[in-house]
């Protein structure tokens, strides 16, 4: 791994396992008695899902979804292809999407299109990182570890040519352009 392209931390070690652990203890408390199924969406949601679910007290059930949006590699056009689905029914459940990052709010608005389409209970987003200048939609987000700025995100999930998702830290992407991520 190129560590000259690692440029700023925005999100230390440290404060992402505060922050997770708190998170964990809100949706704790929120579920309690409920049918929970956690969402990941891959492949950026796989370490926080994984750290967040560490924390919970309540029981859930876990599934993943692969989505990919065409667009320019930093800017998503809304247009959404489905790559993995959900393998078991959610309707009548408590469903809580788990995402790495809501950037423009473009995708994310199409996944929770499909997803209250199949019946759940409810429907709820847990987003690890925000970027609150990019949103292009109004999303009800229930959950948010941190807003960032607009700058091109790396570590803890995200990726830069599926490198640098293993970091234990949020940087920013050096010599990137300040957008996408």
Known sequence: ?????????LVSREELQRRVKELGAEISRDYEGRDLVMIGVLKGAVLFIADLMRHLTVPCEVDFMAVSSYGSSTDSSGVVRIL??????????DVLIVEDIIDSGLTLQYLM??????SPRSLEVCALLTKPERRRVDLPTRYVGFEIPNRFAIGYGLDHSQKY?????????????????
């Open 84 to 93: 993995k689905d959900l393998e078991a029914s959610i309707e009548g459940r």
């Open 1 to 9: 791994m190129s560590e000259d392209r690692i440029g700023e931390v």
């Open 165 to 181: 998702r293993n970091l234990d830290y949020v940087a920013v992407l050096g010599d990137e352009p300040d957008t996408g991520g």
């Open 113 to 118: 299109r499909n997803l209250k389409a199949r």
